[in-house]
């Protein structure tokens, strides 16, 4: 088992819906002492995720490097996000053919989950770029979304201050955004979705 889950903390950015499947287990995790000593209750609903990561990394994974040669397609993030999570994924046009580099998904918490529907996908936004950085630092990049309002993100109005400090961070980069329909964008959505439970502190995004 300790393979099983060496190999899947090496690879998470590459398993699809890690953060969905392997939730179960990560709660698992902490860093109080008194938890640490104490009994740990192993469900079914655990024992359905371990299982489900053993077929992942056996399972595999067509993933490309990017390619950053003069001429190439720009990298593009594919963003989507749900009343409980965002999904995001890293992709690039080689040889006429949309090349998959790398997955990502995130949970909510339940404050982030009462933020309307704008202000999730702009925190997809952030932390596909937050986990995508090593790839897109100092490179422009195509962000993809089904939200058209994202489309004048650079000129939102920061009507709070979460905003105002992801506008600042999204600064940093150098992207744009265009639209796409909702049933082109099915990667990301099918990674914002399907959780049920409730993220620590320490995993807010914003």
């Not at 593009?76 to 080689?94: F, K, P």
Request: proline share 4%; charged share 25%; hydrophobic share 40%.
């Amino acid at each position: 088992s300790s393979d099983v889950c060496s190999s899947d903390l090496y690879i998470h950015r590459f398993i699809k819906q890690y953060a969905t499947t392997a939730r179960p287990l990560t709660s698992l995790a902490t860093t109080c002492k008194k938890k640490m000593r104490g009994k740990v209750e192993w469900t079914e609903e655990m024992e359905v995720a371990y299982d489900k990561l053993r077929q992942h990394v056996a399972e595999e994974v067509k993933l490309v490097y990017p390619d950053f040669s003069a001429g190439a397609a720009p990298l593009t993030i594919l963003t989507d996000a749900s009343t409980v999570g965002s999904g995001g994924i890293l992709t690039q046009l080689q040889n006429d053919v949309e090349e998959i580099i790398a997955f990502t998904s995130s949970t909510f918490n339940k404050t982030q989950r009462l933020y309307s529907t704008t202000e999730l996908e702009v925190l997809s936004i952030k932390a596909s770029i937050r986990a995508f950085h090593p790839f897109i630092q100092n490179r422009h990049f195509v962000i993809k979304s089904d939200h058209a309002p994202l489309l004048h993100l650079v000129s939102l109005r920061p009507f709070n201050g979460r905003i105002a400090r992801t506008l600042e961070f999204l600064s940093n980069y150098d992207f744009e955004v265009q639209w796409i329909p909702g049933k082109d964008n099915t990667w990301p959505d099918m990674l914002s979705r399907t959780f049920n439970w409730d993220r620590t502190l320490n995993d807010q995004l914003i």
